[in-house]
């Protein structure tokens, strides 16, 4: 009986604090605070065709799947895991509701900035459309002055007509100069879902804008948007503010990671609008270099990196006419205030070690005397130092021969001014007349070397000059592996301390990580150059930074995990074992294994 008499007062005791609707294929979450907040009844808030509407109020909330399988809600469209959408933490998270007037109109808004919302991303995308907006932003309480003006301009940018947006858009960037980081990070993310506005000027600035800000752009977040909305966001006044701008070499690293990820995630070959959206990228990568020579080093790596995409030849191309039109340039620019094009101002400058014959010396000085490529080399080969004749005194620079196992000839340069600065180059004179094996052979050297993630595993790359059939990198003056093996193992008999199981395991997990290195940096393609300890060096006194290989000749396409582990057994372990028996018990074979785990 008395459940009976008190079924409705028991039903509401164990209510729930939510209501949940159906619309399309969602649940979507309204709690019970959200109608007393908006100071309506129970059941104001019903579903219909387009979402849900509140009755009290008069005001609908659109809710629909939108484009490439994100959800709409309101004036904006999101990234959603799952199928529930929880009106009370959205409303909850200024991140999502600001500059959503829908959504804005139709939710009580709260700025709680630690509201988690896992199933939704930060991202917020413009849907499509063909004509402006004409949505106007409710204002914010009152004490929120600064949360307000940037909710304004964020709904000027993205739903006023064109001039607006513009406007609206130099406003936001003045407001990043003062607001706080929370603002900050809402007017990026804003400026971000710009990159789908019908009005390509638009899209333009909201681009620049991001390119440019302080501190360091997030490329990994922000540049995706532009890339796959596959509309373009680049045009003559970006190029020039981009080219001229000032930007440290950290953002141009941030850059090319951005640009790595896509080489290896999207699909290949692009959509003929995908492709022009890189061309794009290349032409401000080269006008950026012209107005900042000393990121060419940079700019070189990621255009080559770019001919060596295979996965797109039409790319590809494009990237070497890039490359081809700044290089070109590089090399007039050397021209015009070069004291070295005379050959007689030589006179006396370079030595050349006993033992060369006439036709080596007459082919290294058409190599290096009268033009710009030692200049060239030492400045890409060394951050920028610059040669000029008057800092070289009598026998400034010997050259002496380097005993290679390749058919090409190899010598050591070495530079010594009269302010004390010393450079050892690397240079080959190539005997194969097949340019364009030449030619690939230092684009793979380029890629690996500029690999954007971590150290490098080659040392710097100087020049190349197919017209002299010569070619530079830096001079690696360490001891190679094979000579710190011979070292290691000569300490042996009564009365001293070989060396330690520790430093035989960091010498050979160094060395071999090193040509796992290279195969990853080549995105498992190639095996880099004879594998062979002769051929590494792991750098005094600290085994675990600064391991690089000597050069890349050699190098061979990989075909498959023994192309790989084979080598490093019997080039390395094997080899070593067979020339030191008596270091057996401090070689492990399973070294190769760990190598591949720390490269």
């Known amino acids: 009986v008395i459940e009976q008499n008190f079924a409705a007062v028991i039903e509401d005791l164990y209510q729930s604090n939510t209501r949940e609707y159906r619309v399309g294929g969602y649940r979507v979450l309204v709690p019970r605070w959200f109608n007393r907040d908006l100071g309506v009844l129970d059941d104001a808030i019903v579903q219909n065709e387009t979402g849900l509407f509140n009755r009290e109020m008069d005001r609908g909330l659109t809710i629909r799947t939108g484009g490439h399988g994100r959800v709409r809600i309101g004036d904006l469209e999101y990234h959603l895991e799952g199928e529930v959408i929880d009106l009370g933490l959205i409303s909850r998270q200024p991140m999502l509701w600001l500059a959503n007037p829908q959504l804005m109109a139709f939710c009580p808004c709260k700025l709680g900035w630690d509201t988690k919302c896992p199933s939704f991303s930060e991202q917020v995308i413009l849907p499509a459309r063909e004509t402006d907006a004409q949505e106007t932003s409710p204002l914010l309480k009152k004490g929120e002055l600064a949360l307000d003006a940037v909710n304004a301009q964020c709904v000027r940018a993205l739903f006023g007509p064109s001039d607006q947006a513009l406007d609206a858009i130099r406003e936001l960037n003045d407001q990043l100069t003062h607001v706080g980081s929370r603002l900050g990070e809402i007017i990026r993310r804003r400026l971000e879902a710009l990159a789908n506005h019908p009005d390509k000027n638009v899209r333009c600035r909201a681009y620049q804008l991001l390119v440019l800000d302080k501190p360091v752009p997030d490329y990994l977040r922000f540049l995706p948007a ?57 032409r401000l990568l080269v006008d950026f270099g012209r107005y900042h020579p000393e990121f060419y080093n940079g700019i070189r790596e990621e255009l080559v990196c770019w001919i060596m995409h295979r996965a797109d030849p039409e790319l590809a191309a494009a990237a070497r006419r890039y490359f081809d039109e700044i290089s070109d340039w590089f090399e007039e620019r050397l021209n015009e205030d070069c004291d070295g094009l005379d050959p007689a ?34 400045m890409l080969a060394f951050d920028g130092a610059d040669l000029s004749l008057a800092d070289l005194g009598p026998g400034g620079i010997w ?5 290679s196992r390749f058919e090409d000839s190899r010598y050591r340069v070495s530079v ?20 364009e094996a030449v030619l690939e052979t230092v684009f793979w050297y380029i890629v690996l070397k500029g690999y954007p993630f971590g150290t490098s595993m080659l040392p710097a790359f100087g020049c190349c000059r197919p017209s002299l059939g010569a070619l530079t990198m830096a001079y690696v003056n ?31 997990v160094r060395a071999m990580s090193v040509v796992v290195k290279g195969w990853r940096n080549s995105g498992y393609r190639i095996i880099p150059g004879q594998i062979t300890p002769n051929n590494i060096v792991v750098p005094e006194p600290d085994f675990r930074k600064g391991a690089v290989q000597n050069n890349l000749s ?35 074979s399973r070294w190769v294994f760990e190598s591949i785990v720390e490269a």
Not at 256 to 281: I, V
Not at 361 to 369: E, G, M
Not at 484 to 504: H, L, N, Y
């Open 399 to 403: 050259v002496s021969r380097i005993i």
């Open 554 to 588: 050699g190098w061979t396409p990989y075909q498959g995990p023994l192309s790989l582990v084979r080598p490093l057994w019997r080039n390395i372990i094997q080899h070593t074992l067979h020339h030191y028996p008596w270091i057996k018990p401090y070689v492990e």
């Open 478 to 508: 360490d001891l190679t592996v094979w000579e710190k093996i011979r070292e290691f193992s000569s300490v042996r008999g009564p009365g001293v301390s070989p060396p330690s199981a520790m430093q035989w395991h960091q010498l050979m």
């Open 416 to 435: 010594n001014t009269r302010s004390g600065k010393h450079f050892d180059l690397q240079l080959i004179i190539s005997q194969d007349e097949k340019q």
């Open 345 to 378: 101002a030589w006179e006396g400058k370079i030595g050349f070690q006993e033992g060369l014959s006439a036709d080596e010396v007459r082919r290294l000085r058409q190599v290096l005397i009268g033009n710009t490529f030692l200049r060239q080399s030492l």
């Open 226 to 282: 532009f890339i796959e909305s596959g509309k373009p966001f680049l045009d003559e006044t970006s190029f020039e503010a981009i080219s001229r701008a000032s930007i440290e070499p950290r953002r141009l690293l941030a850059f090319r990671q951005r640009l790595f990820m896509y080489r290896t995630q999207l699909s290949w070959p692009a959509a003929p609008r995908t492709r022009r959206l890189f061309e794009d990228l290349f």
